[in-house]
């Protein structure tokens, strides 16, 4: 039951943010081992450039260079979000589509769990209860009409 709740929850959120253990986990790498190529690419660059062309020049090239990686990383991370978004969104569509066409089914655990409050409360403390509530139901649906006519 809390596990059914989790994973429904979970996929409420990646289809709204695209979000996933993968997408956390190719950012992060992809962090870390941009910032290592970037620094040792962007020095060795310069460094070469810098004896063919001018200092600007080379400096130039290699900052047009790491905003073209950049791009091309946030494009694929955020192309990864989209189809997560997507995915996710298709799976809560079948589930929902699944419950619908199932009707009013009782889970055998929600069953257990009134079969268990039935035992602890009582049958006799339990007949007023359902009475009560029924009478408040229809009290309710008799405010309600009369609230929608006037």
């Known amino acids: ?38 620094v040792f690419l962007s020095v060795a660059a310069y460094a070469w450039l810098a004896t063919i062309y001018s200092t600007a020049a080379a400096a130039l090239i290699v900052g047009c260079g790491q905003l073209a990686l950049s791009a091309g990383g946030a494009g694929t991370a955020l192309a990864l979000r989209r189809s997560n978004q997507r995915h996710a969104a298709a799976q809560l569509e079948l589930e929902t589509a699944k419950q619908k066409a199932a009707g009013w089914h009782l889970d055998p655990t929600y069953l257990a769990v009134g079969l268990e409050i039935v035992r602890v409360i009582g049958v006799r403390n339990i007949i007023p209860l359902v009475v009560g509530g029924v009478a408040a139901a229809g009290w309710g649906v008799k405010k309600a009409t009369q609230s929608r006519r006037h």
């Open 1 to 38: 039951m809390i596990e059914r709740f989790v994973h429904e929850v979970a996929l409420k959120a990646k289809a709204k943010t695209g979000a996933s253990p993968a997408v956390g986990l190719l950012l992060w790498t992809s962090a870390v081992f941009t910032l290592l190529a970037v």
